[in-house]
């Protein structure tokens, strides 16, 4: 596809194609292993199985994630109906039972997560406008070895980041429409729809209510257009917003020995009747919910850099990468460890976290220098999106992981194709879309160079001592062997640090 075309070439249809093989393998292929469950597979899956149970309970994350774990299970049908009740009475899996299978609830996570790489491809495709960048893009996304591993997991992120895509490529395509047609009008609905499934994963794609001004600034001065394509996001937020609350209320009816968690009287009082919860109690179930999620997310520690086995880490080092978190590790023979970690490509998040820092100054060099940029509102749409999501984690004072910058990651992607697409010269050289697509190029080769070299992390390839050493090639990732000393100069400072909270001796 060329850049004043439209329409789709066979050579095009093959790019699709090879990225829709490439993510295959790197998110739905094999995606059952490990047969044993990690980092937050062991709280997701209880509540997956409640569902399953039609068993009354409150989580810290709203309904979809979970409800699509459950619907993953009760579509592959992996385990019997006593494997799946199994953990139904309790809010954290502690062993896995023999026997256990996570195929189903694994399943819309991995597939999810598989359709992403085609999406992301589209956006990429509408900003650059050729396939062949576009492809070259995708490999941000495809051959990422934290992303491989932690999307296809019985985890809350893989849903989210899909739903989030498509919100992003949705908003793409409504801000080239000036007029208020029938394609826009079903674009600003199912926008409504996919925001909503976004936060209704994690309470985080809250951020994406920032698309909306930003479709007022790009659609003015026709702000009638706006308003209309409000009204029809709006019923389409309304409509999912009430109807994944309905599916959590009318299949949480059975009150286990977790309790009532922290449900109203009025709640209570309809939880023990025989009836089903009615329609005007909804209002009062959900605001419960809410109130749950608030004080379980009170309770929850801040950040202690003084902690031996800290896994969280300050939203300012996520950019780079930093911290690794071990979810899982097996011995083999010969002082051999398998790890099965959340560490970084560094080629895909050092160039993200640069295109980032290039798209900020660009658009500062456009305010006060006066450039000229082709593609500026989209810039600022972006730049605005990923600083409003950072500037919202970093008033969070509980403790967070890595895995809390997946969305600005995917935005930083969307940034690097906006960025080459503004380079017009380097020196004395004009960079032309041949020029681009030879970068694109070598950059892709060394995205997956660099995943072929950490690839081991993601699958519990027996590593020794020294080969994982080797990989540890920045001190803040805190990327070590089991039982070594952390690298990383910043946690556990004498200067802050009491001798008796001495990680490395754990002696007072």
């Known amino acids: 596809m060329n850049s004043g075309s439209n329409s789709f070439r066979n050579s095009d249809w093959l790019l699709l ?30 509540s997956a199985q409640k569902y399953l149970n039609n068993s009354y309970f409150m989580e810290l994350h709203p309904p979809v994630g979970k409800l699509l774990l459950a619907a993953g299970e009760k579509l592959i049908d992996a385990n019997d109906d006593e494997l799946n009740r199994i953990y139904k009475d309790t809010n954290h899996v502690k062993k896995r039972v023999e026997g256990f299978s996570l195929n189903g609830y694994r399943f819309f996570p991995a597939l999810l997560s598989w359709i992403t790489a085609v999406v992301l491809f589209f956006i990429f495709l509408a900003i650059t ?8 893009f995708s490999f941000l996304y495809i051959f990422d070895t934290a992303l491989s591993v932690h999307l296809p997991g019985a985890l809350l992120e893989g849903p989210m980041i899909f739903f ?8 793409l395509h409504i801000i080239n429409i000036k007029k208020p047609n029938i394609k826009f009008k079903v674009l600003s609905f199912i926008l409504g729809i996919t925001f909503a ?25 026709k702000w009638k257009v706006w308003i209309i394509g409000m009204i029809f996001a709006f019923f389409g937020f309304l409509i999912t917003f009430i109807g994944v609350w309905h599916v959590h209320i009318s299949l949480g009816t059975e009150v286990t020995n977790q309790g009532f968690y922290s449900a109203s009287a009025l709640y209570k009082e309809a939880l023990e009747s025989d009836n089903p919860i009615p329609f005007s109690l909804y209002p009062t179930a959900i605001k419960d919910h809410l109130k749950y ?24 080092y996520w950019p780079l990468g930093a911290r690794s978190i071990t979810y899982a590790k097996k011995s083999y023979a010969e002082d051999k ?44 749409s972006f730049c605005i999106l990923y600083a409003g999501y950072m500037f919202g984690i970093s008033q969070i004072d509980r403790v967070m992981y890595l895995h809390h910058y997946l969305l600005p990651l995917i935005i ?27 970068v694109a190029l070598c950059l892709s080769i060394c995205i997956f160079a660099t995943y072929q070299f950490y690839k081991p992390l993601s699958t519990m ?3 020794t001592k020294a080969q994982l050493e080797k990989r540890a090639i920045f001190p803040l990732w805190n990327l070590r062997c089991s039982g070594c000393k952390r690298n990383d100069p910043f946690f556990n400072p004498p200067a802050i640090c009491k001798e008796n909270q001495n990680p490395y001796t754990n002696k007072k």
């Open 17 to 46: 194609g090879l990225v829709v093989v490439m993510s295959c393998f790197t998110y739905f292929y094999n995606y059952t292993q490990p047969t044993s469950l990690y980092w937050d597979e062991v709280y997701h899956v209880t």
């Open 129 to 136: 406008r050729t396939t062949i960048l576009a492809t070259f």
């Open 164 to 171: 989030c895509s498509l919100s992003l490529l949705i908003f």
């Open 197 to 221: 499934l976004t936060f209704l994963t994690k309470i985080t794609g809250l951020f994406l209510l920032l698309l909306f001004p930003i479709l007022f600034i790009g659609l003015w001065p």
């Open 293 to 316: 999620s608030i004080k379980y997310n009170d309770g929850v520690p801040k950040l202690d850099m003084c902690k031996v086995h800290e896994a969280g880490s300050p939203w300012f």
């Open 337 to 380: 460890v398998g790890y099965l970690m959340f560490q970084v490509n560094p080629a895909v998040w050092w160039l993200s976290a640069f295109a980032v820092l290039i798209a900020f100054s660009l658009l500062t060099c456009s305010y006060l220098l006066g450039l000229k940029l082709k593609q500026r509102f989209l810039l600022n």
């Open 412 to 438: 930083s992607f969307i940034l690097a194709a906006l960025v080459l697409n503004e380079v017009k010269q380097i020196g004395k050289w004009k960079f032309d879309h041949d020029h681009k697509v030879f």
């Open 461 to 463: 390839r027996p590593l």
